[in-house]
């Protein structure tokens, strides 16, 4: 499995740059990353972005295909897809900080091929997911119609995992900075 992290948005409402926006003096991105790296869960850890921010990365960067740059996560997961072939692709948005070791494991440890996905009362949490290699076709045929609802994806044989199964606020998505107060 591979593990992605999208961090290629353009952060209109946080105002700057998310994936490099520092809390306690280290960016969102690594965060993230340093949680994939250790579950121990991943064959390779890959940072999904456009080409305006390839260079602010530390790690190993896979660049938006160009017919589909600005398209949003699904544009992501469809180019890693296409970069790094692999049966399954764990999914998470840089703009997840909190995401916790705990959490990735749960979700691969519920993973039995199809789609598998974070929910709670509200919404579905599609950019902490699941993605087997199956749908890459798929995706691809949505990108061309620019359909780029990650739902869309979804199916009767999704499984939906429900946050309350891991402890705390590890999911919470942080779009402004003022998400970050009381943190």
Known sequence: MIGVILAGGESRRFGSQKALYELEGKPFYQYVYDTLVASSQFEQVVINTNAQLKDAFKQEVIVDDSRYQGLGPMAGIYTVMAAVPDDAYFVVSVDTP???????NYLIEHFQGNTTVYRDYEQIHATIGIYPHKLKKTIKQYLDHRDLRLRALFDEETTYIDVSAVPGHWYQNINRPEDLKGV
């Open 98 to 104: 909190f995401l916790t070791t705990e959490a990735v």
